[in-house]
């Protein structure tokens, strides 16, 4: 049997090695970037259920009918009382800053800043009790006449790197007087 030279043995040469080592090096980026990527989405999904959430509320806000108080007189009548939530006071959390790289966890009260008056996300029925990535508003536009609108909306920043992620949900009501929702969130930079 023939004996292998001191020379020929099987072992990698450096370029083998270095070759091997930039692979793995895209490959640990490739799965930096993919893992980032995962987290900033599952913290947009807070953004997008709450909305979805809230236009939801909204509709069912609207069906609500809100008749004054007094009985009617027997033989009489009247027409379908139903509005939109007008809109809040304030939002939820206070200020930008409470949610820029972190997060916020807001009480009930933040929440019911409008109770007395019927409006906002009092009028909603819609809290947060978890802590939260976004700060929320919701607007609306005139009472309840076809072609009065809502907006849910929630700003966020993620990275706290001072560039915004907004998500709006909008709807209106009908020429039938129900409510129809945006199919589709309007998202601007989304995993900021």
Known sequence: MRKMSRGARAAFTLIELMIVVAIIGILSTLAAYGV???????????ARNSLGRMAQAAAIAYENENMAGPVLPTGSSTGLTRNLCKSSSATVPGSMSLVTGQKFQSSPNDWN?????????ACLHFTIDQPQYYMYNYTSTGSGNAGDTFTA?????????????TFQLSGSITPSYTIAVAPNLFEVNPEE
């Open 153 to 165: 909306t929630a700003n966020g920043d993620l990275n706290g790197d001072g560039v915004l992620s």
């Open 36 to 46: 980032r990527k995962y987290i900033a989405n599952s913290k947009t999904a807070e």
């Open 113 to 121: 800043v409008d109770y007395a008056g019927g409006s906002g996300f």
